[in-house]
């Protein structure tokens, strides 16, 4: 332990934007951090209630002073009662430390405060008791110990002045280690663990199960099976996996009827699924820091949230089971059953598929009684929609069905909505209040949710602690219409026809309208537990043992990954290394820097006094979101420097990619003109101007039928319709009429008379040739053959008879002119109809 | 050939109107009956040379004269005969450019000023290394269509498309500085990248990282999923990005992450442009970031918050480093046309040309080595002789002028 440490007021908030300040510098062991400055004045007091019967009212000697008296409401009138500690830690079954005893509350308090940590609530002595299954008055340890830390806090939060303070201690002063790491091939653990749960656990952990209970270890896809079981098998220690302490200690379905030999079997099976595995070893080139898991940290999470009108919370830290529990420590507790599709969500939470954590009516009834009373309330929520396409999704709702509701938050796509039944609106809670869509303030990731009601301003939603709805458009009502038989349900509907796909972290519901400043003060907040972690480098940069540090906020961020947020170097000794180098910080873990993730890498920054804050030395203002491996109480953390004083490691540059191209299948080499080519075309050899209002309003409207990319294969029949419609069009305006013929005609056509009905029959060639010579070209091998071209369209005559070698038939029609004369057109149709031919074929299409 | 006998349709009547409606079928009969056959000498590769670089056939006295160059051993002179063409430019290099323009990627776009900007550029042999960072653009002379080029509307190269302006005439259709026309300094000034159709389809709302998408897809030839990169580090990536979409982070770990951590670096390039919707112009705020970069901020605020325009070039490192970035140019800097000198001077930018033009004028990819060869050599003379891209056009279709 060291001495001469500092003392500062954290406020560690979720957004990143921190307040602190300063108090004394006097503690001689640690760095203290008190976790409430920079909240908002709270007003209200905590809801008190009336201790449940059966338990002998109070007549001993009043409360000597206004701290005991806060005792007496906050924490004793809670515990004191017979079903929990008041069944023993009392005067009559004389079990110390008498801190419940029912004759004299100032003795109690005495006793108490024996048994109380007054900084850090969540430490107590009873806390980590009653956390620890001393005679949990529910079947959740943690829930027991988050209630007794709820009671203390209540005791202690308005008379603690500062709020709670966090001390920093050295962490454990370990080397980073070679570490056993779960292989990504799922073949050693089939081999090994998988047979054996399969065998013995599928009844339960298995998606497949009648009775299917996560985590799904034993599932019959071997993959789920291995995600599921890779945070229940310490690799490092086969005994201290969760799987063998279940069976060993706890003695959960064992299913021989000896769970010692179980358990064991199940060790051996972990230990010989680890003893496949080569450790990863720490590259000895690295420059690292000290290792610590992120359970050694500090824990940072809570205490500076408002709740003093808090009715109900759920802080989903249970891990596992089918009940949520509900710690706000006011009774009755509306504990949430699971049903279908309910996950526990990684870092505290749960994720909703497909099902709902529900309330009894009579547990949900608080609700009823409380807000009955007050005429107003909040509901509060940390929520990660799944997506932003489900409507009239429920996050939380107190409801019968879909048409009967004392109130629902839910989504609608990127809205936030808030059903209120009030006396001014329907029984469905209607219209409802929602956020503006055009604002888009609900997005698939963590936010912040509260929506208020209150009879003078009506509902309120805020997210991400700021007011995003207008003003309510229905003015305020009673909630005289409410219902006591209703239901609360989280992500659905009572009737379970309410769907809402996400992830809640906290829930929490209150007994008034939160203000702007109250619900600031919970967002600030923020969620989950979050650790202070030390990662030392006394070592490394020449200081006194156990004197330097790299500080992160870090916490579990979601199910798969951590979130290490804004590093400070710290010293807890006061001093302030001068003029030290620090570049390129990666977080290493389990003996391999992160693959991913590194926000640090480009870190370069010197140590300097001038730059010292409370905290030491700011590094970054950012945060690291990295992937979790083992789990938080297996993944073991270390830093790496690319320079950090006086030790550098030269890291290899990562490889750039190399292209290798290789052949594709032989395509043609010929293609399509596409649209404008086209038209370019047709204008070109016909020598129509393209402007020209006929031609053109053809080719605009026919301009996206016409093939618009070059490859053969994309020719479509309707290309051929459009290609057809616009030659004729052009043809027809090359030859006009009779009394307003093409402008270029008789210089394109010299020696034919458009005016003798008789031309095509006996003076084909003056039109004929030049049109072939005019679109196709001349002398050009790849267009096709001339003379079959001038075949085609004036010189073929059917020999009916006629076959070939093989004997088939050579009957075909005439030549286009002579079918044409046959058929009774003028000269001029004639014309166009020969040239719209002519123009619209592959002589002009292919290029 | 019964689908060709429409008898309902407004084209049919017209048609019927000028030939009488019998005979539709008779000459639909004929419409796609001639085949090419597959002979290549000087003439007929002087065809096709003409053919894929103005889009039209050459007259008689036009392809004579490419086939004596040809024959005379000037192929790459035959193709520049070729560009002679008023289509080339009008038709050819309008819609060559013309997909670079909108989000859709579509050729059925109006003729704008970035369409002109390349048009004019490939024209005059300008330095198309500057496509992205010139003070440039081409409009047609004072008082050759009613509507004067501006800032706010593009009325003057709609008329330019409907009037038929001739745009390889040098004198009705002119350079400009881009910055005279939009109102913007010329330092502000990036190519194509800040020109009025490019800032309407890529400034508009959104975070201003479809700018920097286009830009790679239309001018590295790669979209951001080529460039997934995820070992880079992520400190430059905004707090609008979820590091836990849904819930899950292994989607940012292992996607969202790879493209981001390169592009928003290089995207803040372009902190001080947006494209205002209601004047219909772009709009440049120096020193002030748009507040579409702090859109969704709350989504994660331990992420990079922006708080000028400089940028980054981390693909200079690891795998995408292949995309050859000039070691001369300092890999970061500030605003658009610091940005759009990087990425015009990479190697990437350059292969990029020469295989788009290897598709407009071939008709399809480099299918083997001796393509592949090709354009690495036309690539490195482009690169080696001042960027003229009707080199590279006229270097290409004598590459697949056909033996």
């Not at chain 1, 029984?427 to 990731?445: F, I």
């Not at chain 1, 870190?603 to 006094?609: E, N």
């Not at chain 2, 745009?167 to 350079?175: G, H, K, Q, Y």
């Not at chain 2, 995309?323 to 300092?330: E, K, Q, R, V, Y």
């Amino acid at each position: 332990m060291k001495t001469a440490k500092r003392t500062a007021t954290y406020s560690p908030l979720a957004t990143g934007m921190r307040v602190l300040r300063a108090t004394a510098i006097t503690v001689f062991a640690s760095a203290v951090l008190a976790a409430c400055g920079g909240g908002a004045a709270t007003t209200d007091n905590p809801l008190t209630q009336a201790p449940p019967p059966g338990n002998a009212p109070y007549t001993g000697p009043v409360a000597r002073d206004a701290d005991v008296l806060k005792f007496q409401q906050e924490f004793w009138s809670n515990a004191k009662t017979s079903d929990r500690c008041g069944s023993c830690h009392n005067e009559v079954v004389g079990q110390t430390p008498m801190f419940v005893r029912n004759d004299d509350v100032n003795l109690a308090y005495d006793e108490a405060l024996t048994v109380v940590n007054t900084t850090q609530p969540a430490l107590s002595r009873l806390v980590e008791k009653v956390g620890g299954g001393h005679n949990c008055w529910n079947t959740d340890p943690s829930s027991c110990a988050a209630i007794m830390t709820t009671w203390i806090e209540n005791w202690l939060g308005s008379s603690g002045g500062g709020g709670r303070q966090i001390i920093l201690t050295p962490p454990p002063s370990t080397e980073p280690g070679a570490s056993l790491n779960f292989p990504a091939d799922t073949a050693a653990f089939e081999a090994t663990v998988y047979p054996v749960l399969v065998a013995n656990c599928a009844g339960c952990h298995s998606s497949e199960s009648a009775t299917a209970q996560q985590p799904y270890f034993a599932d019959p896809d071997v993959g789920t099976a291995y995600d599921a079981a890779k945070p229940k098998i310490n690799l490092d220690t086969p005994a201290n996996s969760r799987m063998v302490i279940r069976l060993r200690s706890e003695f959960h379905n064992c299913w021989s009827g000896d769970c010692s030999a179980d358990a064991q079997a199940m060790e051996d099976a972990i230990a010989a699924f680890a003893g496949g595995i080569s450790p990863t070893t720490v590259d000895p080139n690295l420059v690292t820091s000290k290792a610590l898991r992120l359970v050694d940290g500090t824990l940072a999470a809570g205490g500076n949230r408002y709740e003093d009108a808090q009715i109900a919370l759920w802080e989903f830290k249970t891990g596992s089971g089918a009940i949520a529990y509900d710690t706000s420590g006011v009774d009755p507790a509306i504990d949430l059953n699971f049903s279908g599709g309910v996950t526990w969500f990684g870092g505290w939470g749960i994720t909703i598929t497909d099902g709902k954590a529900q309330a009894s009516t009579t547990a949900s009834a608080k609700l009823y009684d409380i807000i009955q009373e007050s005429g107003e309330f909040s509901i509060e929520a940390w929520v990660v929609p799944a997506n932003v396409t489900q409507e009239e999704a429920r996050i939380v709702s107190y409801s019968a069905g879909t048409t009967q509701r004392n109130f629902t938050l839910q989504q609608t796509l990127y809205d936030y909505r808030f059903q209120l039944r009030t006396t001014t609106t329907n029984l469905n809670g209607d219209p409802a209040l929602s956020t503006p869509s055009a604002d888009e303030v609900l997005q698939a990731t963590l936010q912040h949710v509260v929506a208020t009601y209150d009879p003078i301003n009506g509902r309120r939603i805020y997210v991400n602690g700021s007011l995003v709805t207008q003003i309510d458009p229905v003015p305020g009502g009673t909630l005289i219409d409410w219902q006591r038989e209703f239901a609360l349900v989280l992500g659905n509907e009572a009737s379970g026809d309410g769907l809402w796909q996400g992830t809640i972290r906290l829930a929490a519901i209150h007994r008034r309208a939160m203000t702007q400043e109250q619900v600031m003060q919970n967002f600030d907040a923020g969620v989950g537990e979050r650790f202070f972690m030390l990662f030392d480098i006394s070592e490394n940069i020449g200081a006194a043992p156990e004197s330097s540090y790299i500080l992160f906020e870090a916490a579990q961020y979601d199910t798969y990954a951590y979130l290490f947020d804004r590093p400070h170097f710290i010293t807890l000794d006061g001093s302030t290394p001068e003029g030290i180098p620090i570049r390129g910080l990666r977080v290493a873990m389990n003996g391999a820097e992160a693959r991913v993730g590194q926000t640090y890498a480009t870190l370069d920054d010197t140590l300097s006094a001038s730059e010292f804050g409370e905290l030491g030395q700011p590094l970054s203002s950012m945060g690291a979101v990295l992937p979790l491996e083992k789990g938080p109480q297996d993944d073991e953390f270390f830093l790496t420097f690319d320079v950090l004083a006086g030790n550098s490691f030269s890291r290899p540059a990562d490889p750039t990619l190399v292209v290798t191209e290789t052949d594709r299948p032989p395509s043609p080499h010929v293609g399509l003109r596409t649209f404008d080519e086209i038209n370019a075309t047709y204008a070109e050899v016909t020598l129509v101007d393209p402007t020209t209002p006929a031609v053109d309003m053809t080719y605009q409207e026919l301009r996206q039928s016409l093939p618009a990319v070059e490859s053969l294969n994309t020719f479509l029949s309707s290309h051929q319709v459009a290609i057809a419609q616009l030659a004729i069009q052009y043809c027809d305006a090359m030859i006009g009429t009779a009394g307003s013929p093409g402008p270029n005609l008789a210089a394109l056509f010299p020696g034919f008379d458009w005016n003798d009905n008789s031309e095509f029959s006996n003076n084909r060639d003056a039109f004929v040739n030049p049109l072939i010579d005019r679109i196709m070209g001349t002398n050009i091998g790849s267009q096709p053959v001339r003379a079959e071209v001038y075949e085609e369209l004036a010189s073929y005559q059917d020999p009916t008879t006629a076959v070939n070698a093989e004997g088939e038939s050579l009957d075909r029609p005439d030549n286009l002119i002579d079918r044409l004369i046959a058929g009774g057109s003028a000269t001029r149709s004639i014309g166009k109809g020969v040239c719209a031919a002519m123009l619209g074929n592959a002589v002009t299409l292919v290029q | 050939m019964k689908n060709m006998t429409y008898k309902k349709g407004k084209f049919a009547r017209r048609l019927a109107r000028i030939i009488g409606p019998w005979q539709i079928a008779l000459i639909g009969a004929l419409l796609a009956g001639f085949m090419a056959t597959a002979y290549a000498g000087p003439r007929e590769q002087a065809k096709r040379i003409h053919d894929r670089l103005a889009g039209v056939p050459p007259t008689d006295a036009v392809l004579q004269a490419m086939e004596n160059q040809i024959a005379g051993g000037d192929a790459v002179g035959a193709a520049y005969t070729a560009m002679d063409n008023k289509y080339f430019y009008n038709v050819t290099l309008k819609n060559f450019a013309a997909p670079w323009t909108n989000r859709d990627q579509s050729v059925f776009v109006p003729l704008n000023d970035y369409i002109a900007t390349v048009i004019g550029m490939v024209r005059d042999d300008i330095d198309f290394s500057t496509l992205l960072s010139a003070d440039l653009t081409y409009v047609g002379r004072s008082g050759i269509v009613a509507a004067a080029p501006a800032a706010n509307n593009n009325n003057h190269f709609d008329q330019l498309e409907a009037n038929n302006v001739d745009l390889s005439n040098t004198n009705d259709f002119v350079a400009m500085p881009q910055s005279s026309i939009l109102g913007i300094p010329s330092s502000a000034t990036a190519g194509v990248m800040t020109s009025r159709a490019a800032s309407e389809a890529f400034f508009v709302a959104g975070t201003n990282r479809a700018m920097f998408r286009f830009t790679l897809l239309n001018h590295m030839c790669n979209d951001m999923e080529q460039m997934l990169d995820t070992k880079l580090p992520p400190d430059w990536i905004r707090q609008d990005v979820s590091r836990s979409p849904g819930g899950d982070s292994r989607l940012f770990l292992n996607n969202c992450i790879g493209c981001h951590s390169g592009m928003d670096p290089l995207a803040g390039a372009y902190a001080y442009y947006n494209y205002n919707e209601d004047t219909g112009m772009l709009e440049y705020t120096p020193g002030n970031v748009q507040a579409k970069y702090y859109n969704n901020d709350l989504n994660f605020p331990q992420g990079f918050r922006t708080v000028d325009d400089s940028w980054e070039n981390r693909w200079r490192q690891g795998q995408n480093a292949y995309l050859g970035f000039d070691n001369s140019l300092p890999g970061s800097g500030n605003g658009a046309k610091s940005l759009g000198e990087e990425l015009g001077n990479s190697q990437a930018f350059a292969a990029c040309q020469v295989k788009k033009v290897f598709r407009a004028v071939c008709l399809r990819e480099p299918e083997n080595a001796a393509d592949r060869a090709a354009v690495n050599t036309i690539t490195n003379t482009f690169r080696s002789s001042g960027y003229r891209m009707k080199q590279v056009f006229a270097d290409t279709a004598v590459h697949c002028m056909g033996q």
